[in-house]
């Protein structure tokens, strides 16, 4: 009797535990599918850095599921190509501000706009420039600001004058000798591996380490970092003068950096997806991402994959050979697609053109073609993208396009209007004068509130653009 009673306390002790670990997995399913639909509700919704922490909080990258990954890849593009557009408009913004700085009679000089208004002329192409401006840094700031205008000083001549880099340079400082990586990096210079940088509490060191992160494919890094800096962004120096104004300067590159380390992200979360019938949008997407950071040898590799070739490959593996100086390879893969109906293949296309001087033609009559096939948001952010990156100067007629098709009724609202929309309207419209200073502040206040990083362009724009206040010099704090 003792042994049936046992035998039947043991085998209702195995169907309790086989019951509760089928509650567990079908508990852990149902919050995996909540998570997943939460997710897409927010990339829906325009909120990438949301559907980001959503899907990474609990898990490490190596845990999730496919379904997890694609969403995961996703929130990422679509977030690098949003600060892609803010890095643009900021640049343009930084140029005009520190210009009217620079040359106002009541703007309130300080030794440090040489060195940011040079920085925002490098990242504007304007290199002679620049290196004149940072040869005007004074000894009266910080000696590691002096060296920083030296690196990037040299990093302008050899854009403008193609001059080499010393590679046999060295600084002590990791922060540093990372900066100068980089900045022969930006100037097209064959660099060493940067080193890492372990402390992260001053903006510069925040971006330095994304970028070693970037370089290395850190992607665990990568997350804590991007979300580091869209949470907390600081400016690079605050002068405080007359004890109750302060000038607030950033660095553009944060914006830079931010955007590479976004395409990076998507390239390694798209290389971890692991069911084969996934493996042509993996190697696309993964390509495209690579391309977009820099890394032209693995968008070349995982671009080959992609069988059969799609429209967009031929775009994106043209563009690589012609980097790699095979212009005969790249056009015979850029001339498959040159008069696709696609509106997405053709801005596509325009968007790899527009540092292709012999081409320039071509892209104008695309941007021409894509502002005639505009039938909604969707296009005309296209079009917009593609006049603003021929830099053609057809502002007016841009207004109007993007202007037509702007859903009025959910103005500013950044959960039925992408991001990108609304900074590229801004762009346009802070291209058409100062009359529309209040849409641009609004346009990117609404970008801001969703938590991208926004908060130079916002402080510029206003301090710039203000009628009543051109320079910023109002007594309080921006």
Request: glycine letters at 2%.
């Amino acid at each position: 009797m003792n042994l049936t009673r046992c035998f039947i306390y043991q085998k209702n002790n195995y169907l309790i535990s086989i019951l509760l670990v089928s509650i567990y997995f079908i508990i852990t399913n149902i919050y995996a599918q909540n998570n997943i639909n939460q997710a897409n509700k927010y990339i829906h919704e325009n909120q990438y850095q949301k559907a980001i922490e959503l899907l990474t909080i609990q898990k490490n990258t190596d845990q999730l599921t496919d379904q997890d990954l694609i969403l995961l890849g996703k929130a990422f593009l679509l977030q690098a190509q949003l600060y892609r557009d803010l890095y643009k408009l900021q640049n343009k913004i930084g140029v005009d501000y520190f210009q009217y700085r620079d040359t106002s009679k009541i703007s309130i000089k300080t030794d440090y706009d040489p060195f940011f208004f040079g920085r925002y002329l490098f990242e504007t192409e304007q290199y002679e420039k620049a290196a004149q401006l940072f040869n005007k840094v004074s000894s009266n700031v910080p000696i590691n600001l002096q060296t920083r205008a030296k690196i990037w000083k040299e990093a302008a001549l050899i854009k403008a004058r193609g001059e080499k880099p010393d590679n046999e340079k060295k600084y002590q400082d990791p922060v540093l000798s990372a900066e100068y990586i980089f900045a022969m990096w930006e100037a097209g210079s064959n660099v060493p591996a940067i080193p890492d940088i372990t402390n992260t509490n001053s903006p510069l060191e925040n971006r330095m380490s994304l970028w070693y992160a970037v370089q290395n494919r850190k992607l665990e890094k990568i997350l804590f970092l991007i979300n580091k800096l869209t949470k907390k962004f600081k400016p690079d120096v605050k002068q405080t003068i007359h004890a109750n104004y302060t000038i607030n300067f950033y660095d553009p590159s944060t914006l830079k950096i931010l955007y590479l380390a976004n395409y990076t992200a998507a390239s390694c979360i798209f290389e971890k997806i692991k069911n084969n019938k996934y493996n042509n949008n993996k190697n696309y997407y993964s390509g495209l991402s690579s391309y977009e950071a820099g890394d032209y040898i693995k968008a070349q590799k995982k671009l080959e994959h992609v069988i059969p070739p799609t429209p967009h490959v031929h775009i994106y593996l043209g563009a690589v050979y012609y980097i790699q100086n095979n212009r005969q390879k790249a056009n015979a893969l850029w001339n498959k697609i040159k008069d696709s109906a696609n509106t997405d293949v053709l801005y596509q296309y325009t968007h790899v053109l527009h540092n292709v001087p012999e081409k320039m033609k071509e892209v104008n009559d695309i941007c021409e073609i894509l502002k005639d096939k505009t039938k909604n948001m969707n296009d005309a952010l296209y079009a917009a993208r593609c006049y603003l990156e021929a830099g053609n100067g057809k502002e007016k007629a841009l207004l109007k396009l993007v202007q037509d098709h702007y859903p009025i009724l959910k103005h500013n609202k950044i959960k039925y209007i992408q991001p990108s929309y609304l900074t590229v309207y801004a762009h346009i419209k802070y291209l058409n004068g100062r009359k529309y200073f209040a849409d641009v502040l609004g346009h990117l206040s609404a970008v801001s509130k969703a938590g991208y990083y926004i908060q130079p362009i916002l402080m510029m724009a206003r301090a710039y653009m203000s009628p009543e206040n051109p320079t910023g010099e109002k007594r309080i704090s921006y």
